[in-house]
């Protein structure tokens, strides 16, 4: 779900827990009050990068965090529902699913090339 807006604070500021890469909480009420929206999402990406954990880009933070800020607060948050991308269905950055698709291309001509047709 989405915010309504970013550009006012909700309620207690932006917050969000980030976990690692098996799901433990390893920042736990992540807040900071006072920052531009944008810029609390910057930190958390930055905070994901430096650490190696998944979902180190913008667009997966900037969702991840309004999920939590919406389940928190549901009156903060539009009730439709994002359309979805490919990178928030794989949860994987553009560049990995890249590379699999010309993995997998690359794979497929080299099978037509020793199986020709008759």
Known sequence: MPLITTNKLPPGGWQYEQKDNTGVVVRARWQNPMSP???????????????????????????????????????ICQSEKKTATLGRLFRRPAREIREDVQLAVRSFLKSDETNPPN
Do not use: H, I, S
């Not at 929206?37 to 190696?52: H, I, M, P, S, W």
């Open 37 to 75: 929206y944008q810029d609390f999402v910057k930190e958390v990406l930055q905070f994901r990068t430096a650490n190696g954990y998944a979902g180190a880009n913008r667009e997966t933070v900037d969702e991840e965090v309004q999920d939590f800020l919406c389940a928190k607060n549901p009156d």
